[in-house]
């Protein structure tokens, strides 16, 4: 399975990527060096492993990703952080940097997301969001506050 990440094709990596998925905490050390590939789609399936993983490891590793170059890398690493926390209000200071990110679907992620925290502590970012230069943006901020609101 090593050898098809470090030297197979770009679906025999995708395949084994998808099959380290099932490994749990054991794929860690084989997929962590993937964060690095030139290869976005790599860094993304590796994002989705490493949370599979059960390990508090996986965290700061997503919290890096944030910052990749790549937007759809940014977006998976959102979702994964914010499905990932046993205590989801800790993942909350995450996700507020993420409200920032230059990319609208990076955005609406942090929002749905900190919504499904259910935590009306960020409503005051999200009201701040309300007046995003993106109508999408926008219209999930008013549904997540109307719901934040609700509960």
């Not at 860690?28 to 964060?35: R, W």
């Not at 700061?60 to 759809?72: G, H, I, M, R, V």
């Given at each position: 399975m090593e050898s098809a990440l470090r030297s197979g094709s770009e679906s025999e990596r995708r395949s084994a990527l998808d099959s380290l998925y099932e490994l749990g905490a054991e794929?860690?050390?084989?997929?962590?060096?993937?964060?690095s590939s030139p290869?976005?789609?790599?860094r993304r399936r590796a994002i989705w492993?490493?949370?599979?993983?059960?390990d508090e490891a996986f965290r700061?590793?997503?919290?890096?990703?944030?910052?990749?170059?790549?937007?759809?890398v940014r977006y998976d690493a959102?979702?994964?952080?914010?499905?990932s926390w046993d205590q989801p209000r800790q993942v909350i200071p995450v996700l507020r940097k993420a409200l920032m990110d230059p990319d609208r679907w990076v955005?609406?992620?942090?929002?749905?997301?900190l919504r499904a925290?259910?935590?009306?502590?960020?409503?005051?970012?999200?009201?701040?969001?309300?007046?995003?230069?993106?109508?999408l943006v926008r219209s999930a901020a008013i549904s997540a506050i109307e719901t934040l609101r609700v509960e």
């Open positions: 794929s860690i050390p084989v997929v962590k060096p993937l964060l290869d976005p789609e790599l492993v490493l949370s599979n993983a059960g700061p590793l997503a919290q890096a990703a944030l910052y990749d170059k790549d937007e759809n959102v979702l994964a952080l914010g499905a955005r609406v992620a942090a929002i749905e997301s925290v259910g935590d009306p502590s960020v409503l005051a970012e999200l009201e701040t969001l309300t007046r995003d230069e993106d109508r």
